[in-house]
């Protein structure tokens, strides 16, 4: 079945440095979804792909819809305290239930100050 | 984005008892939500599809009849923890599926942490 791996399972850096994570699979995806999820709370959406080889930004994050379209990428520039959470990458479960994701099992990222 | 709001965001409860949680799209029509459980330091696993009008779809292993599902209108779904146990004290998070013209996502509730006694 279609399974996410993501990569790295967990990062410590300082303050101010550049943050690279990523998602890959063995089959095709047409969305990647990158979400951040705060202690406590539900994922928050950061940035949606919908085609191949598409760049996006929303603010200091970047990602990327690989152009094989089994891969995606998030960056985070010059991170900061509030950067600390854990990232999923999600896809779309073909085959499971209407509209339902598959995620990656995530970054864990630490920010030192 | 889109919100999504879910409550209670937590429940302290006895055993034996049931519990409702309530998701609700705040400004979007969602006829598909979707009823996640996490465990600590684990990814989110989903427990079934919710459809507005219809039966909810249960994944493998997850029992309907202690996860009761309702989505009564096109903005809420309900999953009632019928006589709760304490080994069913996770995060419970629901998520609903929004649907632009040409590209879909899904937006997710806080979460309701259940704690049962």
């Known amino acids: 079945g279609q399974q996410l791996n993501q990569s790295p399972q967990s990062m410590f850096i300082q303050e101010g440095e550049d943050v690279s994570m990523n998602c890959t699979s063995s089959s095709i995806f047409n969305t990647w979804l990158w979400y951040k999820q705060d202690p406590g709370e539900g994922p928050v959406l950061l940035i949606a792909?919908?085609?191949?080889?598409e760049l996006t930004s929303n603010g200091r994050l970047t990602a990327q819809f690989g152009i094989t379209r089994k891969d995606s990428f998030l960056n985070i520039s010059a991170s900061i305290p509030s950067d600390v959470g854990i990232y999923f990458c999600?896809?779309?479960?073909?085959?499971?239930?209407?509209?339902?994701?598959?995620f990656g099992k995530g970054t864990k990222l630490s920010v030192k100050p | 984005g889109a919100v999504v709001s879910q409550h209670p965001s937590r429940v302290i409860c006895k055993s034996g008892t049931s519990v409702k949680i309530e998701c609700r799209s705040l400004d979007f029509q969602a006829t598909t939500m979707f009823w996640y459980r996490q465990f600590p330091k684990q990814s989110l696993m989903l427990m079934a599809t919710s459809n507005e009008g219809s039966k909810a779809t249960y994944e493998q292993g997850v029992e309907k009849d202690k996860f009761l599902i309702n989505h009564a209108s096109l903005t809420l779904s309900t999953l009632t923890v019928t006589s709760a146990h304490p080994e069913d004290s996770s995060f419970y998070i629901c998520s609903a599926r929004h649907s632009g013209a040409f590209q879909e996502t899904q937006y997710f509730g806080p979460g309701t942490r259940l704690l049962v006694l």
């Open positions: 999600a896809g779309p479960n073909y085959g499971g239930s209407q509209g339902n994701l598959i």
């Open positions: 792909l919908y085609k191949a080889g």
